[in-house]
């Protein structure tokens, strides 16, 4: 009897630990099971195809094969990706590609992902890049949609070059820059300290600012690269991007201003893109008086910006106050169906300055393009844009910005472009966004 109670005991207990197990299982299978199944190393699911939005294929999940052509492959490898991309949608959607559901596991098929990405806007834009390393993104500032998206170097992924890792020339390829650089924004960010400006400084329609080419603060100077003019307005302080005047409001308002207004651009906050966490930029809030405070203010000293948040700050102005976050997934289908596989990937918003602040700042970009950067280069489009041109020390060139959005109804588009070492802004970046919004706006 004794032995009997003891095996009993015995039973229960390995029983106790089966359920257990079982349990434990079962929590991680409805956890973790998208990402066993969509875990690179795997083959045994099959994956779905990745398409543009005009249905050019990008990627073919059961051959691996990607796009037929090179400058298709090479333009969108950073959105595609291969296995040594984090950021890439093979990683992100592996297990959206693969259907899988905890109910189901993957026996109802595979999902085929169709994007908001036009490919050939792609190709021009990393052609239009002429081999420099950068960024440039293109979307619909009213719902969202990314139009095109590059981030250079990248490589063919049907023949990667051997030497990826020590030639410099593929320094940080592996980083999508739109989702994960930070960069100087350079005179980008005067944006950021005009909107402090006009909702902080109650005489801004009275400030008048006379360039020297030079203003001492402290023992440091700010400098401009010549000598701006006498007596401008705010207006014309922002489109000749004056440092002397920038700096000058920098101390005005002082480093929490500055700070709360590069928070409210959201440009201190990180965004979630299809899945891909973004990059988030940084400012540091300097003491009074200082040069470092000056510096701040013209988007210098320690102040970092990450290109997709940009790109939502633009789209935030251009919809005079409410920016739409990114996205890239236009819709997934049951693979070689065009039956729906997913709810669509929603809106989603936050806020940023005041309409009446973002109204001010979108006609002052656009009187930046036709008293400084000229209107020609962009035929009739009603461009609102800022140039920057983005010091990096070391003795390289300065990093060329230039962001903005058209101002048109019929084409809602923000954009972003930045050329590493590129040197001057308004012309490098500026012929670089050119290109790209005239192929966008064609059709
Ligand atoms: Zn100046």
Partial sequence: MKRLRGRTLITLILAGLLAVGLIYFCVQLVMKGNDWVGFFGSTYYDSGAIYDKNGVLLYDGESGEYAERQATRVSTLHLVG?????????????????GYNPVTGTTLGSHDVTLTIDSKLNETAYAALNGHKGVVAVYDYTNGDVKCLVSAPSYDPKNPPKDVNENSAYEGVYLNRFFSGTYPPGSTFKLVTTAAAIEQKKDLADFRYTCTGSLKVGNDEITCPYVHGKNMDINQCLACSCNGAYATLALELGGDTLEKYMKDAGLLESRKVCDITTAKGSFVSQPKGSSNLAWSGVGQDKVLANPCGMLAFMGGIANGGEAVVPKLVEKETISGTPLPAAFPDGKDTFSIYRKETCEQLKTMLRNNV??????????????????????????KQPHAWFVGFLDDPDHPLAFVVL?????????????????????????
């Fill in 82 to 98: 291969d296995r040594n991309f984090g950021t890439s949608l093979r990683s992100v959607l592996a297990s959206r590609m693969t």
């Fill in 370 to 395: 036709t008293v400084q950067y000229g209107q020609a280069q962009f035929g009739d489009l009603a461009v609102c844009a800022k140039s920057g041109t983005a010091e990096v020390g070391g003795g």
């Fill in 419 to 443: 050329v590493e070492n590129g040197g001057g802004g308004a012309s490098v970046a500026g012929s670089v966004a050119a290109k790209v919004l005239a192929q966008a706006t064609a059709e």
